[in-house]
């Protein structure tokens, strides 16, 4: 129970960190109803960002109180801009930004049950991931796990929060690899409130259906879609294609959760073209750069969403298009401003993920179809999903509203086809920047998917309603009304039946695929063994650094042990960017320990008395790591511990350098 607890704690403080900030933020700036809760998550990390860029420039040390004084000064000088524009506005009787929330809402109904919608979809999307974690306790294998926890580690340890911080995970010189940390340095706060890196990071994954239920509420009420707001988070949270592939598969954490504010970014996209005003335009880019300091390839999927929402404005408004292009160029140069000098290196490097060429995995008809019938990859389709997801494809001709919506998400449903069904030029420059990767096009689809969904049961209770009337009036012998939409009663009992027949919005199904992956001994990462191991050397390192081969998965001891490893994170290959020498050496050649002195002098500057090593890797196999073969026959690594595959190794340097070892690969030059 106390466990549980801890990771509800845990949760909690997510969900406030997450949604509080940006709220707060979006009130202060003028916003005002459902749109403050939209467009609050991305919101919260435009704030993020300007504390970044801040905690960066004057060298700050990352904590909750320093994020939280950060995050104050922009609440107070937004709400004092805001103050003063409106007093100057109320003076010169501009018009428009003295009510800039727009015409009220009168159908108190449909949001108090839109509340009731969110809230559920935030608790059945929690548990499921709540439970398929261990209650956030239990580690992702995926291959890049790692490197995103151990760099909310490195955070919580050096306090640095700037994005070059990443690359000290593998010992890169300060610079010499930059990497988006929006997610990490979030997770780092939540964790220094409560919990652990561990929990952190799988909380927030447990936030997204929250997130997406409030900027999905938002987006649609504000296209007058009301009754659809209402069970589009529900229906999203069923849906085992996204969010819950995504949190397991690899893990693509970080971009996961940043498509998860693209609705909210949506939303004040939204506002700012309606209101037009300086300060929540101003919103707009920093919370663009807050995107992008999430994911970059995160913040382009809401530019494309972004794209057709602005096209099809453009198309039946065409009077907005010259008010809009200054808005928009104002809000882009804001956001550059803001990201680029934090992660442009990063976005330069985005661009080798054009020769990231993944093979073709499936046909076109599978492809499609897998989304089509929600199971892509999954052992079965989502029946009832697929069902209402055709149904509102069909009913988007009474919904031109929704154009927009549906475009971008057939073209995300064809890049998903081309990456998974083609090769050739066209596909990799095309699909290049998501890194020819299907399951991130998966995603995409899945989110805009999930509103057709929320569109067909809509029609269906619209049908159910009818039909009901029509029964009722022909008993009293009065005319019906083939044309009345149906009532809160017809959209609740239609939800209730779509619920029972999915067992509960499929939360066993996404809680098994979530399973698939989470734990000790599902994977290559971490195995029992290792966890044993990890518990002798947090007793006998004595804080200091043990050397570890970088794709055993044992770089897991720092956040499961308190254990700094040297290798924080796995190393592709080949490796790029290139190790230090001083590292590569220990890479290619710990195995030369006996016969070479630069080896050895490797492994002295490095203050490493322990070395550790795991019978398995984290993609299977033998490890590549060429310098970590055959540690047994090396004279001075000494065994002090070996369980079940789990070996730690003393370093003794006092024999004198020796004939190289059978393992030992490193060419005589070496030296």
Known sequence: MAQILDGILTLVVAALLLVGPGSLLAFAAGLRGWAVAGAGPVLTFGALVLAVVTATLLDLRWSPVTAGLLGLLVLVVTAAVSFVLRRRAGRTG?????????????????????????????????????????????PNQGFDALFHVNVVQTILDRGDVSPSVTGTLNGYPQ?????????????????????????????????????????????????????????????????????????????????????????SFLVLLSETLRQRRVLVTVALGCAAGGLALVHPSAALSGAVFAAFLVGQRWVTQRATFRGDIIVLVGAGVLAALVALPLIGRAVVDAGGG????????????????????????????????????????????????????????????????????????????????????????????????????????????????????????????????????????????????????????????????????????VGGSVTAADLAAYDVLSDIADGGPVLNDPNDGSAWMWALADVRPVFGAALTVPVNPPLPPAREVLVDGLNCLDSSAEVRKSVQNLGVRYVFVASGTILGGPTPTRGFHGLADVRSLRPVYSEDGATIYAVDLTAPLSEPGPSCALPAAAD
């Not at 997610?183 to 780092?188: G, T």
């Not at 999954?378 to 927009?404: C, D, E, K, T």
């Not at 420059?429 to 809509?458: I, K, Q």
Request: hydrophobic share 55%; charged share 15%.
């Open 354 to 521: 054009t020769i990231v060429d993944w093979p073709v995995v499936q046909t076109p008809g599978e492809a499609l179809g897998g989304l089509l019938f929600f199971n892509y990859e999954n052992g079965y389709p989502q029946f009832w999903l697929a069902v209402l997801g055709v149904w509102g494809i069909a009913a988007l001709g009474r919904h031109r509203q929704l154009v927009w919506w549906g475009l971008s998400t057939l073209t995300f449903a064809l890049l998903c086809t081309m990456a998974a069904a083609y090769e050739g030029r066209a596909v990799q420059l095309l699909t290049g920047p998501w890194w020819n990767d299907r399951f991130r096009f998966e995603g995409l689809a899945f989110l805009g998917l999930s509103v057709f969904c929320a569109l067909g049961l809509v029609a269906l209770a619209d049908l159910g309603a009818r039909a009901v009337d029509a029964l009722r009036r022909r008993s009293r012998g009065a005319a019906t009304d083939e044309r009345r939409p149906g009532g809160i009663v017809a959209v609740v009992a239609v939800t209730a039946v779509v619920g029972v027949l999915t067992g509960g919005l499929y939360v066993q199904q996404n809680v098994d695929r979530l399973r698939l992956a989470y734990g000790i001994g």
């Open 94 to 138: 501009e018009a428009g930004v003295a009510t800039p929330s727009g015409p009220p809402d009168t159908d108190r109904t449909w949001s108090w049950a839109a509340v009731v919608g969110v809230s559920v979809a935030a608790v059945v999307g929690a548990l499921a991931v709540f439970r398929g974690t261990d209650q956030l306790r239990a």
């Open 175 to 263: 610079g010499g690899s930059v990497y988006p940390d929006a997610l990490h340095a979030m997770a780092a706060l939540i964790a220094g409130l409560h919990g652990t890196s561990v929990t952190a990071i799988n909380a927030m994954m447990a936030c997204i259906p929250l997130l997406l239920g409030l900027g999905l509420v938002a987006l649609l009420r504000s296209l007058g879609l009301h009754r659809e707001a209402v069970v589009a988070p529900l229906l999203l949270v069923a849906t085992s294609g996204y969010p819950f592939d995504l949190i397991w598969r690899g893990p693509i954490w970080v971009y996961a959760f940043g498509i998860s504010l693209i609705p």
